[in-house]
């Protein structure tokens, strides 16, 4: 545990209130969500925005350190994640985007969710649809099997396209430069073998009744994660005996936690949440 998780995680306690939790996902920071966390914290909730191990504290130490991110695998990250949990005195809501959006979906599996909110997630074993536009997406990791055990960072192309499809080339440009940071290669493979591979780490139990109330959260223009693999998600998820829902964010992509309508889909994940926290 970081020394600004453990004070996170104690502020939280301190304050009484419910613990909101929020989880990035690749080629993002802790500090993408610092919109999302002032915003659920002026509607009454104690946000909290957790780290992936060794996580540097800014976008700039993470691109001039980029080793820190290699070799971090989705069941670590998992692990990581669920001890920071442990460490609230209320179960909290937890909120992910893309990969946070499967590490969400794997917390609750476990029973460590009040509610959660998957937005844009990466597949889990069992979701088959591999659109094109997502494989696209992965290339700049997945072609090349090195990158497995690397950090592999973005063009600005790269991130145009995966993330910035649907805004300006302005804003694609200042989302980048404020934004991305590398990302660790291991997570995509797992996830591009996980139908394979029994035995996979990015697998989530859907069918735990303790995984409460789940809403999956899909950007109608997402390249990388396309509204075929997040319906597949929820499919799989309807499964589970709880409150399980989905919703398309018209003209949307997979920038859509950062870029200029953030709070439209804030709102959605707080509407959502209020309801059962």
Same mark, same amino acid.
Request: proline residues 8%; charged residues 20%; aromatic residues 8%.
């Given at each position: ?7 996170? &995680?104690?502020?939280?306690? #301190? ?13 993002? =920071?802790?500090?993408? !969500? ?12 104690? #946000? ?13 130490? /993470? ?14 990250? #998992? %692990? +990581?994640?669920?001890? =920071?949990?442990?460490? =609230?005195? *209320? ?14 979906? &794997? ?11 998957? &937005? ?19 290339? @700049? ?27 300006? $080339? ?12 590398? /990302? ?13 591979? @029994?035995?996979? $780490?990015?697998?989530? %139990?859907?069918?735990? @009744?303790?995984?409460?109330? =789940? ?7 997402? +390249?990388?994660?396309? !509204? ?16 399980? $829902? ?5 003209? *949307?992509? +997979? #920038?859509?936690? &950062? %870029?200029?309508? !953030? ?15």
């Amino acid at each position: 545990m970081t020394s600004n998780d453990a004070q996170l &995680i104690e502020s939280a306690n #301190a304050s009484g209130r419910v613990p909101v939790v929020f989880v990035h996902g690749l080629w993002l =920071l802790p500090s993408s !969500w610092d919109r999302w966390v002032a915003h659920f914290e002026q509607a009454g909730y104690a #946000a909290v925005s957790l780290s992936w191990p060794d996580d540097p504290d800014t976008v700039a130490d /993470a691109n001039a350190h980029p080793e820190v991110f290699a070799g971090k695998t989705v069941g670590q990250v #998992a %692990d +990581h994640l669920d001890a =920071l949990i442990s460490g =609230l005195d *209320r179960k909290p809501a937890v909120i992910g985007h893309s990969f946070g959006g499967l590490l969400t979906q &794997i917390l609750a599996g476990r029973g460590r969710c009040a509610a959660s909110v998957a &937005i844009d997630p990466a597949p889990f074993r069992g979701v088959l649809p591999l659109p094109v536009s997502a494989l696209r997406s992965a290339a @700049p990791v997945l072609s090349n099997p090195a990158n497995r055990s690397r950090a592999v960072p973005l063009t600005f192309d790269q991130f145009r396209y995966g993330f910035a499809n649907a805004v300006s $080339e302005e804003e694609a440009k200042e989302l980048y430069e404020t934004f991305a940071v590398p /990302a660790p290669g291991a997570p995509l493979f797992q996830a591009a073998v996980a139908n394979f591979n @029994p035995w996979t $780490e990015a697998k989530v %139990d859907t069918e735990n @009744p303790e995984r409460g109330p =789940l809403l999956v959260v899909s950007g109608e223009k997402d +390249h990388t994660v396309p !509204w075929a693999i997040a319906n597949a998600s929820f499919k799989r998820q309807q499964r589970n005996p709880g409150v399980t $829902e989905i919703v398309e964010m018209k003209d *949307r992509g +997979h #920038a859509l936690t &950062i %870029d200029h309508g !953030w709070q439209e889909v804030a709102d959605t994940a707080l509407s959502f949440v209020r309801r059962f926290v």
